[in-house]
Structure formats: structure tokens, C-alpha cells
């Protein structure tokens, strides 16, 4: 399989910081500078200071993670953040567990470590967290604090993709399309790719475009092809881009259109996009949608000779 299938690495966090109560002297959640919070004008400030691991509550602590995390009612602290995620992951509490193996993958406010991350992730998405089993599918197709195994990356892709997780559902489908740790199959990855493309993941939109206009999994369609590189493009996917700037040029599944296709490869060729420069650079040369001019291909055209 060519490589214009695209594999879906990004990760997002779906987690929103609990609201959060004391029932202390009738104070809504501490606004603090520095270790000290600043509540209501007719409140007692109280002390913020993480709890010892295993003690308090783990949902607050979650949620405070969450607002240092964010800066969110508290100046931003990455440490203090990891602080409450850990004693919060240490009662069990699997949000918490999924945002310690975050900072532990990003090295914020905390060492950067694989292997503590890898701990982490699995810890929550033995516990459901489709985020988790989506990243932990990433440390195994990567190899990032464990040995590689595709089978193994499959296997929490498809529980993240059972749960709608549609970074999951295009990382099962590039699986079963380019046959690693399953049985290749272009159906299967033409499905997983629609349910993910469905739910605005760009590189499914890229990538089931990429299934019509060539025919696998799905009857060839080069219209649906275009409206879902469109989809993509639009939210900035380099490949879709190039695409449909292909796709105006040859006026295949779309009325042909020099000007905007030279539109689409330039978008693609800025984002550093080869063959769009290359493109770009016989546009201007020949004066194709755009005015004639050698100075402005040879750019485009170095560009894409020397990337």
C-alpha cells in the first residue's frame, strides 16, 4: 500500500475540570496565587497544598490537576499539576492515571519517561479510558516504552475504537490497511476510516478521500473523493490539500479549475508539501492559473529539488 495513507499520531484530551465544592465555611473552588488560594470576598482563604498519595479526595485532586493543568482559576503550574495527578492516581482515580502518563510523555512537570507513561497508560485504559488505550496503541505501534508490537497496538486501538475514539479508528484502519498486526483488509479500513472522517478527524477525511479515489474498500467515487479532501484541507491536512489542487488540474471528480488549483498547492507547498511545490513551480512556469513568471518557478521549483 503506498505510503499517502496517513497515520494518526496526534492525540486530544477529553477530560473537563470538574466543579468542584468545599463545604468549608460555604467557599466555591479556591482561586489561589502562589499556595495560597483567593476565595470570595466574604470567604476565609484556605491553604492549597497537595494531600499525601493515597489520602483525600482523588475527584478534587483530579480537578485541580486539571485547573493548575490548564491555568484555569489558578496560575498555570505543571508541577503542582502533577502533584495532584499523582496522589489522585495513586487512590485509582483513571482520569488522573491518563493525565500523569501525559505529563510523563511530554516531560511537564514531571522527567520525561517513557516507561513511567507506558505504566501510567496502561493502568488507565485497563480501567476504560478510550484515550488511554488509544495512546498505549501508539507506545506499541512505536515502540515507546515498550517492545513494538503491532498485534498488541491493534488490540487497544480497536477497544479505543469500540468506545468512538476516532483517532483510534483511523489508526485500526491504516492497521488493516497496510495488514500489521491483523489481517489485511481494505473493507474493514474503508469502514474505520468513515466512522473516524464522520467525526472530523482530518486524517481520515484524508484518507477515506484517498479510498474513492481509487476504488479500495469502496465503489471508486472521484466526487466523493474531492468532498472529503475538502473536508480535510479545510482543517489544514497538507496531503488533502495537494490532493485537491491534483484533483482541479485534472478536473477529475470536480469542474477543472487552474486557478484554484494553484490555490490548493500553494496552501499545501507553504506547509512544505514537495510535490505541491513542484506543482506550483510548472504553474508559474508555464502560466498555469496563474500569471507566467520564471523567477517565482525557479523558487518553487528549488524548493521542491532541494527540500
Do not use: I
Not at 493515597?54 to 478534587?60: E, I, P, V
Not at 492515571?97 to 512537570?109: F, N, P, Q, R, V
Not at 488490540?155 to 483511523?170: M, R
Amino acid at each position: 500500500m503506498e505510503n499517502s495513507v496517513g497515520h494518526a499520531v496526534l492525540k486530544s484530551s477529553r477530560f473537563a475540570l470538574l466543579s468542584l465544592l468545599l463545604p468549608l465555611g460555604g467557599c466555591a473552588m479556591m482561586h489561589p496565587a502562589s499556595d495560597t488560594a483567593t476565595p470570595p470576598a466574604d470567604a476565609t482563604p484556605m491553604p492549597v497544598v497537595p494531600a499525601p498519595a493515597g489520602s483525600g479526595n482523588a475527584s478534587a485532586q483530579n480537578g485541580l490537576g486539571m485547573a493548575f493543568y490548564e491555568g484555569n482559576g489558578v496560575p498555570q503550574n505543571y508541577l503542582k499539576a502533577a502533584s495532584y495527578f499523582q496522589s489522585a492516581a495513586q487512590q485509582g482515580d483513571v482520569n488522573a492515571e491518563y493525565m500523569l502518563a501525559t505529563m510523563y510523555m511530554s516531560g511537564k512537570g514531571v522527567g520525561q519517561s517513557d516507561t513511567s507513561a507506558f505504566y501510567w497508560l496502561q493502568k488507565a485504559a485497563a480501567g476504560g479510558n478510550a484515550d488511554a488505550q488509544n495512546d498505549l496503541g501508539d507506545a506499541y505501534t512505536f515502540g515507546r516504552g515498550v517492545d513494538q508490537s503491532d498485534a498488541n497496538a491493534a488490540v487497544w486501538y480497536a477497544k479505543a475504537a469500540a468506545q468512538g475514539n476516532a483517532q483510534a479508528e483511523n489508526s485500526l484502519g491504516f492497521d488493516y490497511d497496510a495488514g500489521k498486526g491483523v489481517t489485511q483488509s481494505y473493507s474493514q479500513a474503508a469502514q474505520l476510516f468513515q466512522q473516524a472522517a464522520e467525526q472530523g478527524d482530518p486524517k481520515a477525511e484524508h484518507n477515506l478521500g484517498n479510498y474513492y479515489d481509487r476504488g479500495l474498500g469502496v465503489q471508486q467515487d472521484y466526487g466523493q473523493a474531492v468532498y472529503w479532501w475538502t473536508k480535510a484541507a479545510e482543517q489544514g491536512n497538507v496531503e488533502a490539500e495537494d490532493n485537491l489542487g491534483n484533483a482541479y488540474d485534472l478536473g477529475q471528480g470536480v469542474d477543472k479549475d487552474d486557478t484554484k488549483a494553484v490555490y490548493w498547492w500553494r496552501l499545501a507547498a507553504d506547509s512544505g508539501s514537495v510535490p505541491a511545490a513542484y506543482s506550483l513551480g510548472n504553474a508559474y512556469s508555464t502560466g498555469q492559473g496563474v500569471p507566467a513568471n520564471p523567477q517565482t518557478a525557479a523558487y518553487w521549483l528549488m524548493l521542491a529539488a532541494n527540500p
